[in-house]
């Protein structure tokens, strides 16, 4: 079955600067890629998507790119603010027709200091 | 539009009593899927159900179950429980079953066991 793998497990940066997230998966056929943001107290929440049609797709401050022959995909924060400090999650899913096919990493805490 | 409510929001067991966890999805979502968060160990997949029917289940031992109803609305149990059944239990709802769409998170119910 799929396994993603996600780094770092945490990551302190300053506000202003760059957060990059990476994830390794293992299934060649996962063809959909999101992230979610998990805020303190809340649940996570979709933040950006990619499918593997596609090699990167921005979105404001956030960009994700997809690497299908190496089998890595990352996200991308520029000009980080406080209120991005939360818990990231990557996953991927080959498709199909159950919840049970998107498989998540284990997480990134990520702190933006002022 | 209301999300997706779940209750309790935190509530504490001992070991070997069982629990009723509840959550109502967005209105109009008929997908409801489980997840357990713990420390380290990212989300994991508990099962998913739709229009009342299991989809999938996770690597979970038998304690664990659920129902749908007519409604939409999700319940999963937790019987005999034990101290490592002590995380968050989140919920999520879609519009429709599959693993390429978007889930929208309630924000759990935190579960401890003494």
């Known amino acids: 079955g799929e396994n993603v793998e996600q780094h770092p497990s945490t990551l302190s940066v300053q506000e202003g600067d760059s957060a990059v997230i990476k994830c390794t998966y293992s299934?060649?056929?996962?063809?959909?890629f999101p992230w979610y943001k998990q805020e303190l107290g809340k649940g996570p929440q979709l933040i950006i998507d990619i499918r593997s049609n596609v090699g990167e797709k921005k979105d404001q401050r956030i960009a994700v790119t997809l690497n299908k022959t190496a089998k890595h995909f990352s996200l991308h924060i520029t000009e980080t603010q406080p209120e991005d400090s939360a818990v990231y999650f990557c996953a991927a899913s080959r498709g199909g027709g159950s919840q049970g096919n998107l498989i998540f990493g284990k997480g990134t805490k990520l702190s933006v200091k002022p | 539009k209301a999300g997706v409510t779940q209750t309790p929001r935190y509530l504490i067991k001992t070991r070997g009593q069982q629990v009723t966890l509840s959550c109502s999805p967005i209105?109009?979502?008929?997908?409801v899927s489980w997840y357990q968060q713990t420390p380290g160990q990212g989300l994991q997949f508990l099962f998913e159900y739709f229009s009342e029917t299991q989809r999938n289940k996770g690597n979970f031992p038998g304690r664990f179950s659920g129902r749908q109803f007519s409604n939409s609305r999700s319940e999963m149990n937790v019987s005999t429980l034990e101290l490592g059944d002590s995380a968050l239990y989140l919920c999520a709802s879609s519009l429709a079953s599959g693993s390429t769409g978007e889930l929208f998170f309630g924000e759990g119910s935190r579960l401890t066991v003494l």
């Open positions: 299934d060649s056929a996962s063809n959909y």
């Open positions: 209105s109009g979502h008929r997908s």
